[in-house]
């Protein structure tokens, strides 16, 4: 059993950063492949980003690649999601995952969620 609970988001301009936490308890978190999705109102939630075990391979989708980066420390048992430039568009409720086990844009891959945290950017 994992429990994840972000931490980070809220209101921002639009150009502007923020950057997201995701603390982990539970199982040993360095064996855990991680991801974080979001989701707008009215919307599907989507694939944001992903990374592997030990950090060595990320992964991006195409609507957040070169403004966004994922990295973990796992000594402190967090994953985190540094957003730059955000856009009115990235505005959602972003959420992390572990425990993938299938492909990893799809949030049916992953066995455990976090509760979510807020992020608005302002235009």
């Known amino acids: 059993q994992v429990q994840l609970v972000e931490s980070g988001g809220g209101l921002v301009q639009a150009g502007g950063s923020l950057r997201l936490s995701c603390a982990a308890s539970?199982?040993?978190?360095?064996?855990?492949?991680m991801g974080w999705f979001r989701q707008a109102p009215g919307k599907e939630r989507e694939f944001a980003a992903a990374?592997?075990?030990?950090?060595?391979?990320?992964y991006y989708a195409d609507s957040v690649k070169g403004r966004f980066t994922i990295s973990r420390d796992n000594a402190k048992n967090t994953v985190y999601l540094q957003m730059n430039s955000l856009k009115p568009e990235d505005t959602a409720v972003y959420y992390c995952?572990?425990?993938?086990?299938?492909?990893?844009?799809?949030?049916?891959?992953?066995?455990?969620w976090g509760q979510g945290t807020q992020v608005t950017v302002s235009s």
């Open positions: 995952a572990a425990d993938q086990r299938g492909p990893y844009h799809r949030s049916s891959s992953y066995n455990y």
């Open positions: 539970g199982r040993p978190f360095s064996t855990y492949f």
């Open positions: 990374i592997n075990w030990n950090g060595g391979n990320t």
